[in-house]
Nanobody
């Protein structure tokens, strides 16, 4: 089973930057993909970005050009660099590892990290 732990959230002014980290308990090459999702109060959960085991990336339209997902395979860690932050980016951000175990798909969620962007 894969476990993930997020870190790096906090309070930042609009226009500022933050970098979130997600450390996985196993080599990320054994994980099909890792994603960042977010949920703001009263809103639906949103998929923000995904990086596959092959290094391919996808982004929500709302963050394209501002957020970058990347990985450090030596550290089994995925990052979300968030630039030009807006108040509407305020949410709890979750890291999710998508993997297979015994041919069955699994999602392992972190505990979440709060990002607050002030105007």
């Amino acid at each position: 089973q894969v476990q993930v732990v997020e870190s790096g959230g906090g309070l930042v002014q609009a226009g500022g930057s933050l970098r979130l980290s997600c450390a996985a308990s196993k080599t990320i090459f054994s994980i099909n993909a890792m994603s960042w999702l977010r949920q703001a109060p009263g809103k639906q959960r949103e998929l923000v970005a995904t990086i596959t085991s092959g290094g391919g990336t996808n982004y929500a339209d709302s963050v394209k050009g501002r957020f970058t997902i990347s990985r450090d395979t030596a550290k089994n860690t995925v990052y979300l660099q968030m630039n030009s932050l807006k108040p509407e980016d305020t949410a709890v951000y979750y890291c999710v590892a998508h993997y297979y175990s015994s041919y069955t798909p699994h999602d392992s969620w972190g505990q979440g990290t709060q990002v607050t962007v002030s105007s």
